[in-house]
């Protein structure tokens, strides 16, 4: 392990999360919300941590998978330890554990919150909680690598350790030049959906607010109530569909601004995507009639919103689906799991993995009837790699494992099985809402101290996509 180098790479992503507090500063400032002097003292903290670690210069500058996997892992957990300052010196969150466990939150764009008032908290601080989900929904390290020059050698594979999906291709031979084209995607869909928010009547800084939960797919925001607080069908459209465009792979945006209209289009997890989400939406819409007055318009406006809501893992609510027919709960769950597209920003195991469980499940009844028949897994016309296989088999092994032991940890607070399950699914798969006391209205504030720590990691777990965490146990990582 490559430490002088892993401690340098941490302190210039440290800098970069102080650096991004200077706009809840500015809000607060503009506002006059009184909470000016807390962001500015957690800014300063975070950037001068982040300084010491830079100082140290790496003897070689060799990043191999290992230092990136640390890095990843490292810096998630810092830049969320060090961004929950704010929430703890001014006094609205008075333990360290909400405070680490709200931020987690944020970063990882899960949207599970410890708030019992949302409302009470001054405009500067919603704005960072919100601002969270924004800087950390196409990822921390990749804004570092769009914005910082020169961040190491073989940067790649801190792109990898962060990136969502399988795999990770490069769209631009330059790893820089490849963030920095994710990033104007993403900023350029960004400012659509809040213009469109203005235009549904929206002010400027709900508009933002609500686009920074939408774009990182997290879910937190201004009101108790989310979204139904403005009890608009423009809005609920409007916020509904942006979140299932912030779900789709950002490489396929790519491949349209360039005419590469056969590629974009004819990607398979892209059809799968939409099959998905249309299909679960026009069911639930289907089942909750007799609870909308049997107008099935107005039940596929809130069967759409809660579907794209929960399969690219935002959060944001509409109507409290735990009061829905148990099938369109179970239905929610499964979207759960499901989650949205690699390469995008939000969470689950990932529609391609789907595909790819399949079709390996498929090859494997084929190879039993026909034990000597030749059979390979294609993926839009090409044949899928052993490696990538064998990868999404571990990975699904490895999820299904970190979810039935956070279980019984969490079970330890004696609540209901649902409240319990649909937590740590909600959690692993960056949700934020499931069911129960974890519902749409409800919130994690009577979980313990010992389940807050293990929910925080199950978010990191799942927005790391679970193996640079894990690595960290590993001790054959930190051999020379």
């Known amino acids: 392990m490559n430490k002088r180098l892993t401690f340098h790479l941490i302190g210039n992503v440290l800098?970069?999360?102080?650096?991004?507090?200077?706009?809840?500063?500015?809000?607060?400032?503009?506002?006059?919300?009184?909470?000016?002097?807390?962001?500015?003292?957690?800014?300063?903290?975070?950037?001068?941590?982040?300084?010491?670690?830079?100082?140290?210069?790496?003897?070689?500058?060799?990043?191999?998978?290992?230092?990136?996997?640390?890095?990843?892992?490292?810096?998630?957990?810092?830049?969320?330890f060090f961004?929950?300052?704010?929430?703890?010196?001014?006094?609205?969150?008075?333990?360290?554990?909400?405070?680490?466990?709200?931020?987690?939150?944020g970063f990882t764009t899960t949207g599970a919150t410890i708030l019992t008032d949302v409302e009470a908290l001054p405009k500067g601080l919603l704005f960072w909680r919100s601002f969270t989900h924004w800087?950390?929904?196409m990822g921390v390290l990749v804004l570092s690598l769009a914005l910082i020059p020169k961040m190491g050698a073989r940067s790649i594979?801190?792109?990898?350790?962060?990136?969502?999906?399988?795999?990770?291709?490069?769209?631009?031979?330059?790893?820089?030049?490849?963030?920095?084209?994710?990033?104007?995607?993403?900023?350029?869909?960004?400012?659509?959906?809040?213009v469109a928010l203005l235009l549904c009547g929206l002010n400027l800084y709900d508009s933002v607010v609500h686009m920074f939960g939408a774009a990182g797919t997290g879910g937190f925001g201004t009101y108790a109530d989310s979204i139904a607080h403005f009890d608009s069908a423009a809005v609920d459209v409007v916020v509904g569909v942006f979140m299932a465009l912030f779900g789709v792979n950002f490489s396929l945006y790519y491949f349209l601004l360039k005419r590469n209209w056969k590629t974009a289009l004819g990607n398979s997890e892209l059809r799968w995507y939409w099959c998905i989400l249309l299909g679960a939406s026009a069911i639930v819409a289907v089942n909750i009639l007799p609870l909308y007055g049997r107008n099935f318009f107005t039940a596929l406006r809130y069967s759409f919103f809660q579907c794209s809501s929960i399969m690219t893992t935002t959060g944001y609510a509409t109507a409290d689906f735990d009061k829905w027919p148990q099938l369109s709960r179970s239905l929610l769950v499964v979207l759960m799991f499901i989650?949205?597209?690699?390469?995008?920003?939000?969470?689950?195991?990932?529609?391609?993995?789907?595909?790819?469980?399949?079709?390996?499940?498929?090859?494997?009844?084929?190879?039993?009837v026909h034990p000597k028949s030749v059979n390979t897994v294609k993926l839009d016309g090409h044949t899928v790699d052993e490696s990538i296989l064998s990868g999404v088999g571990g990975f699904f092994f490895a999820y299904i494992l970190v979810l039935l032991?956070?279980?019984?940890?969490?079970?330890?607070?004696?609540?209901?099985?649902?409240?319990?399950?649909?937590?740590?699914v909600a959690t692993l798969s960056n949700i934020g809402p499931g069911l129960g006391m974890v519902g749409p209205v409800g919130n994690y504030a009577a979980f313990s101290d010992v389940s807050k720590i293990v929910l925080s990691m199950c978010m990191l777990i799942g927005r790391l996509e679970i193996f640079p965490i894990l690595m960290l146990f590993a001790p054959s990582a930190w051999k020379h």
Not at 352 to 365: A, C, G, P, W, Y
């Open 339 to 368: 989650g949205a597209s690699a390469g995008s920003t939000g969470g689950g195991i990932k529609v391609i993995r789907l595909q790819l469980l399949l079709k390996s499940m498929v090859r494997d009844i084929r190879r039993t």
């Open 15 to 80: 800098r970069m999360a102080g650096a991004l507090m200077a706009l809840p500063v500015l809000v607060s400032l503009i506002e006059r919300s009184g909470d000016t002097i807390p962001l500015l003292l957690s800014m300063l903290i975070a950037m001068a941590a982040g300084t010491l670690l830079a100082l140290i210069q790496p003897r070689r500058d060799t990043l191999r998978p290992r230092e990136g996997f640390a890095v990843v892992a490292f810096s998630w957990i810092l830049v969320s």
């Open 135 to 137: 800087a950390g929904g």
């Open 157 to 194: 594979h801190l792109m990898r350790a962060e990136s969502p999906g399988p795999s990770t291709d490069k769209l631009v031979p330059r790893v820089a030049n490849n963030a920095k084209i994710l990033y104007g995607i993403y900023v350029g869909l960004s400012a659509l959906m809040v």
């Open 405 to 424: 032991a956070s279980l019984l940890v969490v079970s330890l607070d004696g609540f209901t099985f649902e409240t319990n399950f649909t937590a740590v």
């Open 83 to 105: 961004g929950g300052l704010p929430f703890y010196f001014s006094g609205y969150v008075p333990s360290l554990v909400d405070c680490f466990f709200e931020t987690v939150s």
